[in-house]
């Protein structure tokens, strides 16, 4: 995919535009979107900058970071503090997110969304209000290998940091994570999967496509 530069307060201008004619695939009134990428990536910032380009167009839209949805640190930890497989494969619990995020923006579905269920550094129910999104609305969802669940998006951007960059980003008490973003590249390809592909190697000048 060819990238080219631009600043990330035009990149969310495009991509809010682009989102105003995004058709949901399942014949909900709600579109889904995926913000993919490392912690260090910082996908929820892009996600924020849509939401706030979203809302100067009239339309919309409630950011939602899978952080909010992390399984309880005794079954994600079972294995210990530094388990890849774990991280990989276990921390995320799908089927809450299935349950309080996806499933009410089904066909049918009332919109009802509880934006987050667990505080990820207190390891307790964050005890938020629900929201309800009205049709129209667009479900922003940001956190790290969310492009392998199968997830009903509607459109997929990935922010991808070279291995090197992903490196330096990466606080060192977390380096350990770094083997479970390798084996998704060569598993996923999200840089190959994504509707939308932003490379933020360099945070001050991003480049795009898609």
């Given at each position: 995919m060819r990238l080219e530069a631009i600043t990330w307060e035009r990149?969310?201008?495009l991509l809010a535009e682009r989102l105003l004619d995004l058709e949901p695939c399942d014949g909900s009134p709600w579109p889904r979107v995926a913000f993919d990428g490392a912690p260090a990536a910082r996908p929820g910032d892009l996600a924020e900058?849509?939401?706030q380009a979203l809302r100067v167009r009239g339309?919309?839209?409630?950011?939602?970071?899978?952080?909010?949805?992390l399984?309880?640190?005794s079954l994600r930890l079972e294995h210990g503090h530094r388990d890849v497989e774990s991280y990989y494969d276990g921390w995320l619990d799908t089927g809450s997110l299935w349950r309080e995020v996806f499933g009410p923006l089904e066909a049918g579905g009332n919109g009802r969304i509880l934006p987050d269920l667990r505080d990820p550094v207190t390891d307790r129910a964050t005890r938020s209000s629900y929201v309800r999104l009205p049709p129209g609305g667009l479900l922003l969802l940001h956190g790290p290998l969310l492009l392998r669940h199968w997830f009903p998006f509607d459109l997929s951007v990935h922010v991808?940091?070279?291995p090197g960059a992903l490196r330096r980003r990466t606080?060192?008490?977390e380096h350990w994570t770094l083997p479970a973003f390798e084996r998704y590249e060569a598993e996923i390809d999200p840089a190959g999967t994504a509707d939308v592909l932003v490379r933020a190697d360099d945070p001050r000048h991003p480049a795009w496509g898609g």
């Open positions: 990149l969310g201008d900058r849509v939401s339309r919309p839209s409630l950011v939602v970071g899978a952080e909010g949805f399984r309880p640190a991808l940091l070279s606080p060192e008490t």
